[in-house]
Protein backbone atom coordinates (compact mmCIF):
# COMPACT_ATOMS: atom_id res chain seq x y z
CA UNK A 1 0.00 0.00 0.00
CA UNK A 2 2.84 2.46 0.64
CA UNK A 3 4.80 1.87 -2.09
CA UNK A 4 1.54 2.30 -4.10
CA UNK A 5 1.01 5.91 -2.60
CA UNK A 6 4.69 6.54 -3.14
CA UNK A 7 4.97 5.95 -6.91
CA UNK A 8 1.18 8.11 -6.88
CA UNK A 9 2.74 11.04 -5.15
CA UNK A 10 6.15 11.08 -7.27
CA UNK A 11 3.83 10.93 -10.42
CA UNK A 12 2.50 13.69 -9.21
CA UNK A 13 5.02 15.29 -8.34
CA UNK A 14 6.55 14.52 -11.68
CA UNK A 15 3.76 15.79 -13.43
CA UNK A 16 3.37 19.05 -11.49
CA UNK A 17 7.46 19.73 -12.27
CA UNK A 18 6.96 19.03 -15.69
CA UNK A 19 3.31 21.72 -15.55
CA UNK A 20 5.80 24.03 -13.57
CA UNK A 21 8.77 24.07 -16.16
CA UNK A 22 6.32 24.97 -19.21
CA UNK A 23 4.37 27.73 -17.23
CA UNK A 24 7.80 29.02 -16.05
CA UNK A 25 8.96 29.17 -19.64
CA UNK A 26 5.56 30.51 -21.59
CA UNK A 27 5.94 33.22 -18.55
CA UNK A 28 9.51 34.32 -19.39
CA UNK A 29 7.97 34.91 -22.91
CA UNK A 30 7.45 38.64 -23.02
CA UNK A 31 5.51 41.29 -25.22
CA UNK A 32 7.30 42.45 -28.72
CA UNK A 33 7.01 46.21 -29.31
CA UNK A 34 5.23 46.67 -32.86
CA UNK A 35 7.13 47.88 -35.64
CA UNK A 36 6.31 49.74 -38.42
CA UNK A 37 6.27 47.39 -40.39
CA UNK A 38 4.18 45.20 -38.74
CA UNK A 39 1.08 43.92 -40.77
CA UNK A 40 -1.59 41.68 -39.67
CA UNK A 41 -1.41 38.48 -41.39
CA UNK A 42 -5.31 38.13 -41.40
CA UNK A 43 -5.90 41.39 -42.83
CA UNK A 44 -3.18 43.18 -44.05
CA UNK A 45 -3.15 46.29 -41.96
CA UNK A 46 -0.26 47.94 -40.40
CA UNK A 47 -0.59 47.30 -36.45
CA UNK A 48 1.27 49.95 -35.33
CA UNK A 49 -1.51 52.52 -36.77
CA UNK A 50 -3.60 50.87 -33.91
CA UNK A 51 -1.57 50.20 -30.63
CA UNK A 52 -4.26 50.50 -28.48
CA UNK A 53 -5.88 47.40 -29.82
CA UNK A 54 -2.85 45.67 -30.72
CA UNK A 55 -2.52 41.97 -29.98
CA UNK A 56 0.29 39.31 -30.43
CA UNK A 57 0.80 35.59 -30.83
CA UNK A 58 4.64 34.90 -29.63
CA UNK A 59 6.33 30.89 -30.71
CA UNK A 60 7.70 29.29 -27.85
CA UNK A 61 10.74 29.62 -30.93
CA UNK A 62 10.83 33.31 -29.86
CA UNK A 63 8.91 34.60 -33.61
CA UNK A 64 5.89 36.91 -33.27
CA UNK A 65 2.79 37.43 -35.10
CA UNK A 66 1.10 41.25 -34.74
CA UNK A 67 -2.41 41.93 -35.11
CA UNK A 68 -4.58 45.01 -35.29
CA UNK A 69 -7.20 43.77 -32.39
CA UNK A 70 -8.03 40.70 -30.66
CA UNK A 71 -10.76 39.88 -33.53
CA UNK A 72 -7.97 38.56 -36.09
CA UNK A 73 -6.05 37.37 -33.63
CA UNK A 74 -8.24 34.83 -32.56
CA UNK A 75 -9.36 34.26 -36.64
CA UNK A 76 -5.15 33.13 -36.71
CA UNK A 77 -5.40 31.46 -33.87
CA UNK A 78 -8.50 29.34 -34.49
CA UNK A 79 -7.39 28.91 -38.05
CA UNK A 80 -3.64 28.37 -37.44
CA UNK A 81 -3.13 25.81 -40.31
CA UNK A 82 -4.69 28.27 -42.92
CA UNK A 83 -2.14 31.61 -41.53
CA UNK A 84 0.59 29.61 -40.98
CA UNK A 85 0.44 26.27 -42.20
CA UNK A 86 3.12 23.60 -40.14
CA UNK A 87 2.67 25.63 -37.10
CA UNK A 88 0.24 24.21 -34.20
CA UNK A 89 -0.89 25.75 -31.04
CA UNK A 90 1.07 23.70 -28.69
CA UNK A 91 3.88 26.27 -30.86
CA UNK A 92 2.15 28.92 -29.18
CA UNK A 93 4.50 30.25 -26.21
CA UNK A 94 2.24 33.36 -25.56
CA UNK A 95 -0.75 35.54 -26.34
CA UNK A 96 -1.28 39.04 -25.69
CA UNK A 97 -3.65 41.34 -25.90
CA UNK A 98 -3.82 45.15 -24.90
CA UNK A 99 -6.14 46.38 -22.06
CA UNK A 100 -8.52 48.92 -23.31
CA UNK A 101 -8.49 50.75 -20.27
CA UNK A 102 -4.65 51.06 -19.23
CA UNK A 103 -3.27 49.97 -22.19
CA UNK A 104 -1.10 47.36 -20.92
CA UNK A 105 -0.18 44.01 -22.46
CA UNK A 106 -2.11 41.25 -21.00
CA UNK A 107 -1.98 37.31 -20.98
CA UNK A 108 -4.72 36.81 -23.92
CA UNK A 109 -5.02 33.54 -22.93
CA UNK A 110 -6.17 34.53 -19.18
CA UNK A 111 -8.37 37.65 -20.71
CA UNK A 112 -12.04 38.73 -20.20
CA UNK A 113 -13.22 40.06 -23.30
CA UNK A 114 -16.61 42.05 -23.71
CA UNK A 115 -18.34 41.64 -27.01
CA UNK A 116 -21.34 43.67 -28.51
CA UNK A 117 -20.03 47.37 -27.20
CA UNK A 118 -20.48 50.35 -28.71
CA UNK A 119 -16.33 50.87 -29.03
CA UNK A 120 -15.74 49.64 -32.62
CA UNK A 121 -11.49 48.63 -33.22
CA UNK A 122 -9.66 49.19 -36.43
CA UNK A 123 -11.75 46.26 -38.35
CA UNK A 124 -14.90 46.87 -36.59
CA UNK A 125 -16.81 45.24 -34.02
CA UNK A 126 -14.51 44.07 -31.96
CA UNK A 127 -14.11 41.79 -28.28
CA UNK A 128 -12.46 44.34 -26.18
CA UNK A 129 -9.47 42.50 -23.84
CA UNK A 130 -9.32 42.95 -20.02
CA UNK A 131 -6.88 41.91 -17.25
CA UNK A 132 -9.39 41.35 -14.78
CA UNK A 133 -12.90 40.86 -15.06
CA UNK A 134 -13.93 43.71 -12.87
CA UNK A 135 -12.32 45.88 -15.64
CA UNK A 136 -14.17 44.31 -17.92
CA UNK A 137 -17.73 44.48 -16.03
CA UNK A 138 -17.48 48.22 -15.84
CA UNK A 139 -16.78 48.68 -19.68
CA UNK A 140 -19.51 46.64 -20.19
CA UNK A 141 -22.00 48.57 -18.30
CA UNK A 142 -20.38 51.96 -19.15
CA UNK A 143 -20.56 50.95 -23.01
CA UNK A 144 -23.35 48.83 -24.11
CA UNK A 145 -21.94 44.97 -23.88
CA UNK A 146 -23.51 41.77 -24.44
CA UNK A 147 -21.39 39.95 -22.55
CA UNK A 148 -18.03 38.91 -21.01
CA UNK A 149 -16.38 35.65 -22.57
CA UNK A 150 -12.79 33.98 -21.97
CA UNK A 151 -10.51 32.65 -24.74
CA UNK A 152 -12.59 28.98 -24.37
CA UNK A 153 -16.13 30.70 -25.30
CA UNK A 154 -14.06 31.99 -28.85
CA UNK A 155 -15.32 29.94 -31.71
CA UNK A 156 -15.82 30.77 -35.73
CA UNK A 157 -19.46 31.03 -35.32
CA UNK A 158 -18.82 33.99 -32.23
CA UNK A 159 -16.27 35.66 -34.63
CA UNK A 160 -18.27 35.79 -38.14
CA UNK A 161 -21.26 37.45 -35.76
CA UNK A 162 -18.82 40.17 -35.44
CA UNK A 163 -17.96 40.99 -39.05
Known sequence: ??????????????????VGAALASAGSLQP????????????GMFVAKFPG???EIRFGDGSSVHFDGAKDMFKYYLYLS???PGRKTA???AVFVTDYYDLTKVNGLSAYYVMGSDVYGPMGRELIPFGSESK???????????????LRDVTPTLLNQLD
Open 91 to 93: DIG
Open 53 to 55: FAA
Open 82 to 84: RYA
Open 1 to 18: MMAGQLRSGLALLIALII
Open 32 to 43: HTVGPKDKCPVC
Open 136 to 150: ARDFRNDHRGTRIIR
